[in-house]
Nanobody, 125 residues
């Protein structure tokens, strides 16, 4: 059974930083592209970032470019999302997800193989 344990969310002031972690069990992370998507109440799901399984190429949503960094450690079966210069509009539930293929497609979050329950990020003063 594939399970995700996401952590690192919480309350942070605008301009602050958080580092999200997602530990995968039941599957080998190195078989998949892996990413983070987010969803805020009343808004559509947004693919935040994805890192490919083979070349470690990355894609980011325009809204987070230059502020967020995705990374993966396949030995630890873990993916990370470093979030800096957080804004109120970053408030959402953040989930990690696996997708098939050798690279991350622009709409990778529309075709996910597995995904987690999410961790809440609240950016507020």
């Amino acid at each position: 059974q594939v399970r995700f344990v996401e952590s690192g969310g919480g309350l942070v002031q605008p301009g602050g930083s958080l580092r999200l972690s997602c530990v995968l069990s039941g599957e080998r992370l190195n078989y998949y592209n892996v990413g983070w998507f987010r969803q805020a109440p009343g808004k559509e799901r947004e693919g935040v970032s994805c890192i490919s399984s083979s070349e470690r190429s990355t894609i980011y949503a325009d809204s987070v470019k230059g502020r967020f960094t995705i990374s993966r450690d396949d030995l630890k079966n873990t993916v990370y999302l470093q979030m800096n210069s957080l804004k109120s509009e970053d408030t959402a539930s953040y989930s990690c997800a696996l997708s098939y293929g050798s690279r991350c497609l622009p709409k990778w979050y529309d075709d996910m193989a597995y995904w987690g329950e999410g961790t809440l990020v609240n950016v507020s003063s």
